[in-house]
C-alpha cells in the first residue's frame, strides 16, 4: 500500500462519514473531519509514518486534503 492510500484509510478511520475524498477535497470543508478529529488524525499518522508532528503543526490548514497531508508527511521522513 502507498503512502497516499496509508493517509485515506487513516482520515477515513476519523471521518464522520464513510466517503473516499479526492487528493484536493477540503477535508474539512466538506464536513468530514472536525478539528476535534485533527489531533487523533495527527497521532495515527505520527504511528504509522514513525514521524513526530510538533504540537505548533497541529493546524487544520496543513492537514486539509489528501494531498497536504501526503506533503507533509513526505517532508517529515
Known amino acids: ?3 497516499q492510500a ?5 482520515v477515513k478511520r476519523f471521518a464522520k462519514r464513510d466517503a ?11 464536513g468530514l473531519l472536525d478539528s476535534f478529529a485533527l489531533p487523533d488524525m495527527v497521532s495515527a499518522l505520527e504511528e504509522e ?3 513526530r508532528i510538533p504540537d505548533a ?3 487544520p490548514r496543513k ?3 489528501i494531498a497536504r497531508i501526503d ?3 513526505a517532508s517529515r521522513q
Open 57 to 59: 503543526d497541529l493546524n
Open 71 to 73: 506533503a507533509y508527511v
Open 20 to 30: 473516499a475524498p479526492a487528493p484536493e477535497e477540503s477535508l474539512f470543508d466538506s
Open 63 to 65: 492537514f486539509d486534503s
Open 6 to 10: 496509508k493517509i485515506i484509510e487513516i
Open 49 to 51: 509514518f514513525a514521524i
Open 1 to 3: 500500500m502507498d503512502r
